[in-house]
């Protein structure tokens, strides 16, 4: 009776005084809402998700969806994965939050305000697929080691800003220029200042597409914190790490970034095929670039059950990194027959398509609805899982849903 | 003469204080009244509050698992929760599994990379924790689809 009078009345900085530290986002506490240390931690209403999605880690924090989350067109942000590598920025200041490009290959270092990034250059709207480039790690045997992603790492959401390459015409770089690297404002785990938790990039040509943004805007509103508020980097269609989030420096390197997380094996797989759990060299490892082609069934939710007199519809999307879809196909016989989907052109380059399927039975029993896209140069997903790769990136196999016909 | 009028003018403060302090006494009660009051009216209107759990053992087992971390109890419990629940949660440690020397290389990088600290002997200690209770699992090439969520489906 006491203590609970004591937590009610107990504002944020008592709070902070019970736990010894500070509310990190005190400011983004839904009211009557108790922080980590007082409770279960409860991410759903600290970063506006749905309650089914699945935390794989609260720190760094982790969150997926599932297939069926994922039927919208748009991926609203309840169920857009979450996917750090380190503390959330703790302090925001959007007044003088600065963009500085600078690194060797430019001309002369240049700063930004936040404003004038906004006022300065021509907006530009794209709804761009990021998909963590260890989505499917689960997977993997021998099992890989981090986040073990089942299927939920993939999003699609409109992301609005300014062209990456009006900036860097803007600043002026060098020739010499083959790679940009971006840093954040966010924490190394070890709240070591001296680290940085990732700092990634993309090569020039990356860079320089016309769908490579700097945001400000997800889904026509500021991105929430948890994405990269106030400003991310979105190159669509690599691996998401790519899009850098609470952006506040980027390089114009001359060589390949070699910031945090760019070497060893992190978001690397081996130049060459190599054998389930063989030891590859840091010298042999590659960095990912484009993503693989990929589906998701949407709908139904596996493990629906229905009258062998009804036929099923079922809808889904597909993507393919740096390339469309050009083909969708299910099959529910386990792959010895492969019927075609309706399948729909992208809203834009790099983003995701829309698939749908009318199937009839022809028996009563247990089934599986398998889908497999096929890619524009005539790669289609395996339905084994692909290439083992220490990191266990890059896994691409067949999505497939449970039905039962009655 | 100065003493005695040292004297009277103490002990007018000393009075004075006693008044206060006895004001102060009377106040801080009637207030703890009246807030109590209050909370009585509204008790229980709001759910979101309920009362902190009466254990308050940080190490509490339940089930054979550690609560506030979820890890399995077992020998080398708390050298894994003083070391590696630190900078990331324990739920990391969980969903991976490893054998000996690809957790003892995990560790290196974090030794190299993360700023984790030399274990000394309790590397030891902890590895054997981790190999003896989240070891490897075959999966093969593709696992059976488990643990499906039956349900009719309406149209």
């Known amino acids: 009776m006491q203590r609970r009078t004591f937590v009610k009345k107990a504002t944020l900085s008592s709070m902070a005084g019970l736990i010894g530290a500070e509310v990190v986002f005190g400011n983004l506490m839904p009211k009557g809402y108790r922080p980590l240390a007082l409770q279960d931690p409860d991410p759903f209403k600290m970063f506006d998700k749905d309650p089914e999605m699945v935390v794989l880690n609260s720190k760094p924090w982790n969150m997926?969806?599932?297939?069926?989350?994922?039927?919208?067109k748009v991926t609203p942000n309840k169920f857009m994965f979450i996917r750090n590598n380190g503390i959330i920025p703790e302090k925001i200041?959007?007044?003088?939050?600065?963009?500085?490009?600078?690194?060797?290959?430019?001309?002369?270092?240049?700063?930004?305000?936040?404003?004038?990034?906004?006022?300065?250059?021509?907006?530009?709207?794209?709804?761009?697929?990021?998909?963590?480039?260890?989505?499917?790690?689960?997977?993997?045997?021998?099992?890989?080691?981090?986040?073990?992603?089942?299927?939920?790492?993939?999003?699609?959401?409109?992301?609005?800003?300014?062209?990456?390459?009006?900036?860097?015409?803007?600043?002026?770089?060098?020739?010499?220029?083959?790679?940009?690297?971006?840093?954040?404002?966010?924490?190394?785990?070890?709240?070591?200042?001296?680290?940085?938790?990732?700092?990634?990039?993309?090569?020039?040509?990356?860079?320089?597409?016309?769908?490579?943004?700097?945001?400000?805007?997800?889904?026509?509103?500021?991105?929430?914190?948890?994405?990269?508020?106030?400003?991310?980097?979105?190159?669509?269609?690599?691996?998401?790490?790519?899009?850098?989030?609470?952006?506040?420096?980027?390089?114009?390197?001359?060589?390949?970034?070699?910031?945090?997380?760019?070497?060893?094996?992190?978001?690397?797989?081996?130049?060459?095929?190599?054998?389930?759990?063989?030891?590859?060299?840091?010298e042999d490892m590659c960095v990912i670039e484009s993503m693989p082609v990929k589906s998701l069934i949407t709908y139904p939710r596996s493990g629906a059950t229905f009258s062998k007199s009804k036929s099923l519809n079922i809808r889904g999307h597909a993507w393919a990194g740096e390339l469309e879809v050009s083909k969708m196909e299910y099959s529910i016989d386990f792959g010895s027959t492969w019927s075609p989907c309706t399948l729909e052109k992208p809203a834009n380059r790099l983003a995701w398509q829309h698939f749908s399927a009318q199937i009839r039975f022809p028996e009563v029993g247990y089934y599986e609805v398998w889908a497999r896209a096929t890619d524009s140069q005539g790669k289609a997903q395996p339905m084994l899982l692909p290439g083992w790769n220490p990191k266990g990136y890059l896994n691409n196999a067949c999505h497939r849903i449970a039905v039962k016909v009655t | 003469?100065?003493?005695?009028?040292?004297?009277?003018?103490?002990?007018?403060?000393?009075?004075?204080?006693?008044?206060?302090?006895?004001?102060?006494?009377?106040?801080?009660?009637?207030?703890?009244?009246?807030?109590?009051?209050?909370?009585?009216?509204?008790?229980?209107?709001n759910i979101e509050y309920s009362a902190l759990p009466d254990n308050d053992d940080p190490n509490r087992i339940v089930d054979g698992i550690h609560v506030r971390t979820g890890l399995v109890e077992a020998e080398g419990l708390m050298a894994v929760v003083n070391n590696c629940t630190n900078c990331h949660s324990a739920e990391l440690v969980i969903q991976n599994r490893m054998n000996k020397e690809r957790w003892i290389s995990t560790i290196r990088w974090m030794q190299k990379t993360q700023n984790l600290w030399d274990l000394g002997d309790n590397e030891e200690i902890i590895v054997d924790y981790l190999v003896t209770n989240y070891p490897p699992v075959e999966k093969g090439r593709r696992e059976a689809l488990t643990d499906i969520d039956w349900y009719q489906l309406k149209d």
């Open chain 2, 1 to 45: 003469m100065e003493d005695k009028k040292f004297w009277k003018s103490s002990r007018q403060i000393y009075r004075t204080l006693i008044v206060i302090c006895a004001v102060l006494v009377i106040i801080s009660i009637l207030a703890i009244y009246f807030v109590n009051g209050e909370e009585s009216n509204v008790q229980d209107t």
């Open chain 1, 93 to 282: 200041d959007v007044q003088n939050w600065t963009l500085t490009i600078d690194g060797e290959s430019v001309n002369k270092a240049k700063t930004y305000s936040l404003g004038e990034l906004k006022s300065k250059f021509k907006h530009h709207t794209y709804q761009l697929t990021l998909e963590c480039g260890g989505n499917g790690r689960s997977e993997f045997d021998p099992p890989a080691k981090g986040n073990q992603w089942t299927i939920g790492a993939v999003s699609c959401a409109n992301w609005t800003g300014i062209r990456l390459r009006d900036i860097l015409e803007d600043v002026g770089i060098k020739n010499d220029a083959v790679y940009v690297g971006y840093h954040g404002a966010d924490i190394h785990l070890s709240r070591d200042p001296n680290k940085e938790p990732i700092s990634r990039g993309a090569p020039m040509q990356k860079a320089l597409q016309d769908e490579t943004l700097l945001a400000f805007k997800m889904n026509g509103k500021d991105i929430p914190l948890a994405h990269g508020y106030p400003l991310r980097l979105v190159a669509g269609g690599w691996p998401a790490s790519v899009s850098g989030k609470w952006i506040n420096r980027i390089s114009i390197r001359n060589i390949e970034h070699d910031g945090e997380k760019m070497g060893g094996s992190s978001y690397r797989i081996p130049c060459k095929p190599v054998a389930p759990g063989e030891k590859v060299k840091d």
């Open chain 1, 64 to 72: 997926e969806a599932r297939a069926h989350l994922l039927d919208d």
